[in-house]
């Protein structure tokens, strides 16, 4: 079954610092993947995503992720990071259908949360 | 501006009452879902509908139930059997049925129980 892991659930790193969070999926094929941000009380909204190509992917709000298939991994990085990035965090993978087709949905994992230190 | 709108932002049931919850978008998306959000659970698939008049039971489906009579609304009716209905409900949307296509969100509804 397709899965998504995010292994750390609670992440504190410093204003400035740089930051990486880890991403790993379950998929029989390429998979379609995403990374979402949530504030408080709001709704997802979309980071970055990879569908083929560059495995190195740019989104907003100058974060980047790096998709490798080896590793099965899709983690988000963030050279420096600012208060204001606090929140959680979201991987998702494409779901595929029971005959291997896409199926449209998603596939999240449980989040990553975010804090940063003055 | 194209969006999706959810309303109320926060609900509360009494036992054995049904609730619905509206998701409305005017992004002229083909797809919409509906998730329920619990502390530490991430994201559950509750239903979704890849056309007009037609939807799928996700993960979650039982004590829910959702119509889709119309693109742009999408509503989702949490059910007295629902025994745990306490969450965090987000509507999305998508351009089509394809999982390449990101999902919108909306800003979501806290169900509560009285």
């Known amino acids: 079954a397709q899965s998504v892991t995010q292994p750390d659930i609670h992440i504190t790193v410093s204003e400035g610092a740089s930051l990486e969070l880890r991403c790993n999926y379950s998929?029989?094929?390429?998979?379609?993947l995403f990374w979402y941000v949530q504030s408080p009380g709001q709704g997802l909204q979309l980071l970055l995503k990879?569908?083929?190509?560059?495995?190195l992917v740019q989104g907003i709000k100058g974060f980047e992720a790096e998709f490798k298939r080896s590793q099965s991994s899709f983690n988000l990085r963030k050279p420096s990071v600012h208060w204001s990035d606090a929140a959680e965090y979201f991987c998702?993978?494409?779901?595929?259908?029971?005959?291997?087709?896409?199926?449209?949905?998603?596939?999240f994992g449980k989040g990553t949360k975010l804090s940063v230190k003055p | 501006d194209g969006g999706i709108t959810q309303s109320p932002k926060y609900l509360f049931r009494k036992e054995g009452q049904n609730v619905t919850l509206s998701c409305e978008q005017n992004l002229n998306h083909d797809a919409m879902y509906w998730y329920r959000q619990d502390p530490g659970q991430g994201l559950r698939l509750i239903y979704y509908s890849q056309i007009v008049n037609d939807f799928q039971k996700g993960d979650i489906a039982e004590g829910y139930s959702v119509s889709r009579e119309k693109k742009e609304s999408f509503p989702l009716t949490v059910t007295s059997a629902q025994k745990n209905p306490t969450a965090f409900y987000l509507c999305a949307s998508s351009t089509g049925r394809d999982s390449h296509q990101p999902q919108h969100f909306g800003d979501g509804t806290r169900l509560s129980i009285l």
């Open positions: 998702a993978v494409g779901a595929l259908s029971n005959y291997g087709g896409s199926q449209g949905n998603l596939i």
């Open positions: 998929y029989g094929a390429t998979p379609y």
């Open positions: 990879y569908f083929s190509g560059d495995t």
